[in-house]
């Protein structure tokens, strides 16, 4: 059994964004011989999430209105006061940080149709997602 560390660059354009990751991390995983085993996506960041979902486009926008909509920015919140994102903060405490995909044959074994999405909740920014494999490498 091995274990590799790595990590996904990503670039957000807005101040809430989903942005379909799998490509990216598919790549590392043939990159780094990834073969059989357990993948963890993680974000580093307190102001961004994860969560793995149909990647169509109107969903993807569904997804963001409704983050917005249920925590608004500028309601209140006490951490405005130290650095008025308190909204982000909250959005990513509903979706979580991490995920986990088992890897087998060198390819993500997701279903049909998921992907895994990263969900930018104070953009833009350029963000890293720490991916970590644990199982059997080619080579």
Request: charged content about 20%; proline content about 3%.
């Amino acid at each position: 059994m091995n274990v590799v560390h790595g990590q996904v660059e990503i670039k957000s354009n807005r101040s809430v964004e989903v942005i379909d990751i799998t490509e990216m991390v598919q790549s590392w995983v043939v990159e780094n011989n990834a073969e059989d085993g357990i993948l963890t996506v993680f974000s580093i960041h307190t102001t961004a999430g994860l969560t793995i979902n149909e990647a169509e486009s109107g969903l993807m926008q569904d997804i963001e209105m409704q983050l917005s909509k249920i925590v608004p920015p500028h309601a209140g919140y006490q951490h405005d006061r130290v650095d008025d994102n308190a909204h982000s903060h909250i959005m990513t405490s509903l979706l979580g940080p991490s995920e986990t995909v088992t890897v087998k044959s060198g390819r993500l074994t997701l279903g049909t149709w998921q992907r895994i999405l990263f969900v930018e909740c104070d953009g833009p920014r350029s963000r890293r997602v720490a991916v970590t494999f644990v199982g059997k490498t080619i080579g």
